[in-house]
């Protein structure tokens, strides 16, 4: 066997005249004629161009070398030469060539049914991609992507060994919790009719280790949540977690700043510079989100006082119930962003709640267009607060304070994507604090929690706990970069009293939570320490460094929009005899459609 002495990225000019050899895939085959042959060697780490020539190679490897098709596997031994010409400037290895002298055939490939060429890949429909995921993770854009998710894992691991964090797993086989989302199950073959469940997060375990005295914890771990897919999250996913004692919110986001923003220097070469504070309130207020994209200018303005002076009933009626009208202003929107575009960016606000997406342009002087004439009353005040010029125009958002806010804050998004506001290359990066603390379901007419159930008020914000919890404020946090958020966190509740608190205003009843989190609640009784921690996503991370808003580029074997993997054939049919052994039995399915 023909075993490798270098790999096919490291042959270098002053290589020439060394003999090496070479393993790999063979990228692309060109028959010249005339006794000349050339392929492009792939792996890992890059690509060397190998030539066949009579002149230099043996017959029997000129031979070999002519059957030779794309994908194919061989090892290759040869000497190094400079290129006749003009050196490859694509390839890192362009200014020479390996000049067959021996070769192996190692393993001759089917027929392909997809070719891992990264110009081709957007050709080439996704489920196809995941169904012949190993020809697709060949790509060196796939190779890149896997490469990097390495280097941000092996930072992780040693930032925070250096900050004495200790790395400890925990259990994936755990009792059913509420963390919002539905648990995947697992039935027990030794307790019959009972389940596991497959951990959303580490949460509660990682604070049970602040409680056994472990000071700081950090975990690379899977979490799976059984929740519809999109673009930017999956059912499995990978999280940094991590948890620290005896430590307040400004301890936390001062390690997590420095971490982040190390490693988006050393991994990524891109400075965020520091990360600010906003807080919650100020973040919905100017950017109608909780995970504010700064990159461009765009704000948000409330402008109920003005618009309950109108006569537009939209305005009014949403002003008498105690809600909001925000207004933003586009410089320059009036001749750039049509009727056509200003009605897709009403079907945006209705997504998020909004009845729709009042519009005015001001032009001449006047209000013209839209609901010019309801807001020609307010003409001089408007103009003034918004600081409107010729040829602007403004957008409304109007209902109750978050429907306003977010209803213009996605169409903000919208704008800025059509109007291309956001700078090619820009990464800025931001922490959002003082959440509330809960967040009232009109369908359950109960509080829910903002955060989850385990995140602590502010400290000065306690004593209004549950005589005013509209109002109180949690220490909660997010860590937001370029609009999206990637790490979240809190300080956590260490007092059984006061989680006990916020259960009962969840509707808990102290027997629902015993039995619900009463592992936990026995830990907090006996001598928790202050604690707080943060998760980062590890997918969203690498997403935001290569620029992809699909979470599928990001993992190496992903599920679809549906969860099913396409290339082991995931979810299956269980076989009877097993189910009957965890004592399982299957209903018939549900008839659909009607029998043909």
């Known amino acids: ?31 010249q004629g005339k006794g000349l042959v050339f392929i492009d060697l792939r792996d890992r780490y890059g690509m060397t161009q190998v030539v066949f020539d009579a002149e230099d190679t043996p017959t029997e490897v000129m031979d070999a070398g002519s059957t030779l098709r794309r994908e194919d596997v061989i090892s290759v031994t040869g000497e190094i030469r400079l290129r006749d010409g003009k050196p490859n400037a694509r390839l890192a290895t362009g200014e020479i060539e390996l000049v067959a002298k021996d070769i192996e055939v190692i393993n001759r490939t089917a027929k392909l049914p997809i070719l891992p060429d990264d110009h081709d890949a957007d050709k080439i429909g996704e489920e196809h991609r995941l169904k012949y995921r190993y020809i697709d993770l060949r790509r060196p854009a796939m190779q890149k992507i896997l490469k990097l998710r390495h280097q941000i894992t092996q930072f992780t691991r040693n930032f925070f060994a250096s900050n004495d964090f200790l790395e400890i797993e925990t259990p994936l086989l755990i009792t059913p919790t509420p963390e919002g989302a539905r648990d995947f199950i697992v039935p027990s073959r030794h307790q019959e009719g009972c389940w596991y469940a497959l951990p959303q997060s580490p949460q509660i ?37 991590l948890e620290m004692s005896f430590v307040d919110q400004d301890d936390v986001l001062a390690i997590m700043s420095e971490f982040a923003t190390g490693l988006y220097k050393e991994v990524g070469g891109i400075d965020l510079g520091d990360l600010p504070h906003i807080s919650w309130k100020d973040a919905m207020d100017k950017y109608g989100s909780d995970r504010p994209d700064t990159r461009f200018d765009l704000q948000l303005q409330d402008v109920t006082e003005l618009a309950s002076k109108t006569d537009f009933k939209v305005f009014n009626e949403a002003c008498e119930s105690g809600g909001n009208v925000k207004a933003m202003r586009v410089p320059g929107g009036a001749e750039k962003l049509s009727r056509k575009k200003t009605d897709a960016f009403a079907e945006v606000a209705k997504t998020y709640g909004a009845g729709g997406l009042p519009v005015v342009k001001y032009e001449g002087g006047k209000f013209v267009t839209g609901v010019a004439k309801f807001v020609e009353p307010i003409k001089e005040e408007l103009v003034q607060a918004l600081g409107l010029e010729d040829g602007d125009i403004v957008m409304f958002g109007v209902g109750s304070y978050r429907v306003a806010c977010t209803s213009l804050g996605e169409v903000r998004l919208a704008v800025a994507k059509e109007l291309d506001l956001i700078p090619k290359g820009l990464f800025r990066g931001l922490w959002v604090i003082d959440f509330p603390m809960f967040d009232w379901n009109e369908e359950g007419q109960r509080w829910v929690s903002e955060h989850h159930p385990f995140t602590a008020p502010l400290e000065s914000h306690l004593d209004i706990l549950e ?110 005899n097993q189910l009957d052994e965890l004592g399982i039995i299957m209903r018939e399915p549900v008839q659909t459609t009607e029998p043909a």
């Open 1 to 31: 066997m023909l075993k490798r002495t270098c790999t096919c990225g490291e042959p270098r000019k002053n290589n020439s005249g060394e003999t090496i050899t070479l393993s790999g895939w063979i990228n692309t085959y060109r028959d």
């Open 467 to 576: 005589s005013d919890p509209e109002n109180c404020l949690s220490s909660g946090y997010d860590l937001v970069i370029n609009g999206a958020e990637v790490g979240g966190g809190s300080i956590r509740i260490h007092t059984p009293e006061i989680q006990s608190k916020v259960f009962g205003l969840l509707g808990l009843s102290q027997e629902e939570a015993e039995d619900k989190f009463g592992f936990l609640l026995n830990a907090l009784r006996f001598g928790a320490p202050p604690h707080g921690g943060v998760a980062f996503g590890l997918d969203r991370l690498v997403m935001m460094m290569i620029g992809t808003d699909n979470i599928r580029d990001v993992i190496a074997f992903p599920k679809t929009q549906t969860g099913a993997d396409l290339m082991c054939e995931a979810p299956g049919i269980a076989d009877p």
């Open 205 to 241: 375990f990682k604070q049970i280790l602040m409680v056994a005295g472990c000071d700081k914890y950090l975990q690379i771990c899977k979490c799976l949540r059984d929740e519809d897919p999109r673009a930017d999250r999956q059912a499995e996913f990978t999280q940094i977690d």
